[in-house]
């Protein structure tokens, strides 16, 4: 799913945003995010019918993913000389930094840089 560039926007210059602008930041259906904010699970606000979720905690769950920094998981495999399995492990314990863009995981290309020798690389 592609993200509005407006919402990336929003995220530099409103507080708060609702759950339908939320919704496709945090690529999750509006009812899974209501239910977390009632839960406790999201720090949001509650005004009338409306919850609203502070962009401070939005800005953690997300960042903008810049393509030119992010390469897909197949290509960090064949860098890294493993497998695609081994990767998304190593992205499950938190050991190598990824972002999910849409149903893609995407390792960051700084953080593969530092992990592969140039005469690797080439």
């Known amino acids: 799913m592609r993200i509005p ?63 030119a920094a992010m390469v897909p998981i197949s290509q960090a495999a064949r860098l890294l000389g493993c497998s695609r399995r081994t990767i998304l492990k190593g992205i499950a314990a938190e050991s190598i930094p990824a972002t999910k863009v849409g149903e893609q995981w995407r390792i960051s290309a700084e953080w593969l840089r530092r992990q592969v020798k140039p005469s690797e690389a080439a």
């Open 5 to 67: 560039k407006e919402l990336w926007r929003a995220l530099d210059t409103a507080t708060m945003l609702s759950v339908p602008q939320a919704a496709p930041l945090l690529n999750c259906d509006e009812r899974t995010i209501r239910a977390a904010c009632a839960a406790g699970d999201i720090p949001a606000t509650r005004v009338g019918a409306k919850w609203l979720i502070p962009t401070w905690w939005l800005k953690k769950q997300v960042k903008p993913p810049s393509e």
